[in-house]
């Protein structure tokens, strides 16, 4: 368990550019309720994926949204490039860190094609198409409206809709979780060449261990509050190899 407080950085990552920065977070809900955050400290850095694991109810999605703006902290600080981030974040700053919500359908109007919401923000909607299609959706796709997609097909609306706004911080909430196992291993075909061309910093809230094993280039865990950096991608694959027995984590929390 780290230091409270004490940001969790990936070793090595002194010459990498530091994007995201948590200072003591911490929230509750209610004054006689425990910490759900208790000090937190994190950074994410360009280039960066780092993967989340927790049990239910530990705080994950919590911390995610904090991080975001959609949820004020009770205390502590958060900086976007080593500037300050109040509650009231600028037009640019909102930009900079985009949220990719669990339930995708949730996240899109019922009323628009893919097409139209993936170019929402933008004054040229030909970039939409191109990331679209680079997301693996075909023009027939992109005409549809969400009911008429999978949920596969919607997220990768909303993930393109994310990275369409040029940002450098991506948070993934638990975003393969209501995805059968084989959309899920395509889409993150997609996603992780997506990544690794873009360099962003990415925090992605999980329960599955493959999965931020798959795409995490560290993995932190938190547990009452606290995080705790539990191993870089190398260790955790070289552990599963030589037990390949070890019980998967039981967590799937927000």
């Known amino acids: 368990m780290s230091a409270p407080g004490h940001p969790l950085s990936a070793p090595g990552r002194s010459q990498a550019v530091l994007r995201l920065r948590a200072a003591d977070l911490s929230h509750r809900w209610g004054a006689q309720q425990p910490p759900v955050l208790d000090r937190v400290g994190l ?3 360009e280039g960066e994926v780092v993967g989340l694991l ?3 109810g530990s705080g994950k999605s919590t911390l995610a949204r904090c991080l975001a703006g959609l949820l004020q902290p009770s205390s502590g600080g958060l900086s976007l490039n080593g ?21 995708p359908q949730c996240a899109l109007n019922p009323y628009r094609s893919a097409l139209a919401s993936a ?30 997609l999978s949920g596969g097909q919607c ?3 909303v993930l393109a809709r994310a990275l369409l706004a040029e940002p450098q911080v991506l948070l993934l909430d638990e975003p393969f979780s209501a995805l059968d196992s084989v959309t899920t291993a395509a889409l993150l075909q997609d996603l992780g060449a997506v990544l690794a061309e873009h360099r962003l910093a990415v925090l992605l809230v999980s329960h599955d ?12 865990v938190l547990e009452q ?30």
């Open 83 to 103: 500037q300050a981030l109040t509650a009231a974040r600028t037009l640019a700053q909102r930009r900079a860190i985009q949220y990719v919500w669990q339930e």
């Open 43 to 45: 950074d994410l850095h």
């Open 119 to 148: 170019a929402s923000r933008l004054e040229r909607p030909q970039r939409a198409a191109q990331m679209l299609q680079r997301l693996g959706l075909t023009q027939a796709d992109m005409q549809r409206l969400p009911h008429q």
């Open 155 to 157: 997220q990768r609306v």
């Open 54 to 56: 927790g049990r239910s």
């Open 225 to 254: 509050g606290r995080l705790r950096d539990i191993t870089d991608q190398t260790r955790m694959r070289a552990s599963q190899m030589s037990s390949p027995e070890q019980p998967k984590c039981q967590d799937d929390g927000k």
């Open 209 to 220: 261990r493959a999965l931020v094993r798959h795409l995490a280039q560290r993995v932190l």
